[in-house]
T-cell receptor, first 114, second 111 residues
């Protein structure tokens, strides 16, 4: 069974600064997908970034990047130039390649302060 | 744009009622999921389906069942609602290897 751990229930950052959200996971599989999702107060889950486990290169989407350490089973999210609209709950998620079981972390509530 | 639509945003039901939560996706995705979201517990997988009439139990299937008669529709059924099933329910559909697309959530209150 997979587990996903987000050790930071809450974090805050000043506008325009950089923040890193932590995620570790445990699995015996070799091929899988990892995701960071954002859930703003509207409740709509939005994909932030995706990483395929077989790719060594870290994924990047504009101000969002990940540090994927497969051997350490670590998948952290870095948000650069934080904006007020980044305020949300962030979930780290694991999905196996069979599109079956998925596992989400407990979430990190991020507040961006003006 | 992929759209995943859940039939209700808010729902109040009485203990013992049979409750249906409906989810429809419009992108011909094979895989659909039902999650429950509770504060401090993240999203927990209730059931998922990888094809019509196929279903698999997730991590917390007790007290729930599902139905997938058509590819685009995945229903979550609470056979006899209880107060401990008060929660936010999220439906998602997924076409690997891309992302899972989520509905807007149904906040269910059982009184």
């Amino acid at each position: 069974a997979q587990t996903v751990t987000q050790s930071q229930p809450e974090m805050s950052v000043q506008e325009a600064e950089t923040v890193t959200l932590s995620c570790t996971y445990d699995t015996s599989e070799n091929n899988y997908y990892l995701f960071w999702y954002k859930q703003p107060p509207s409740r709509q889950m939005i994909l932030v970034i995706r990483q395929e486990a077989y790719k060594q290169q870290n994924a990047t989407e504009n101000r969002f990047s990940v540090n994927f350490q497969k051997a350490a089973k670590s998948f952290s999210l870095k948000i650069s130039d934080s904006q007020l609209g980044d305020t949300a709950m962030y979930f780290c998620a694991f999905m196996n390649t069979n599109a079956g079981k998925s596992t989400f972390g407990d979430g990190t509530t991020l507040t961006v302060k003006p | 744009d992929v759209k995943v639509t859940q039939s209700s945003r808010y729902l109040v039901k009485r203990t013992g009622e049979k409750v249906f939560l409906e989810c429809v996706q419009d992108m011909d995705h094979e895989n659909m999921f039902w999650y429950r979201q509770d504060p401090g517990l993240g999203l927990r997988l209730i059931y998922f389906s990888y094809d019509v009439k196929m279903k698999e139990k997730g991590d917390i299937p007790e007290g729930y069942s599902v139905s997938r008669e058509k590819k685009e529709r995945f229903s979550l059924i609470l056979e006899s609602a209880s107060t401990n099933q008060t929660s936010m329910y999220l439906c998602a559909s997924w076409d690997r290897p891309t992302e899972a697309f989520f509905g807007q959530g149904t906040r269910l209150t059982v009184v």
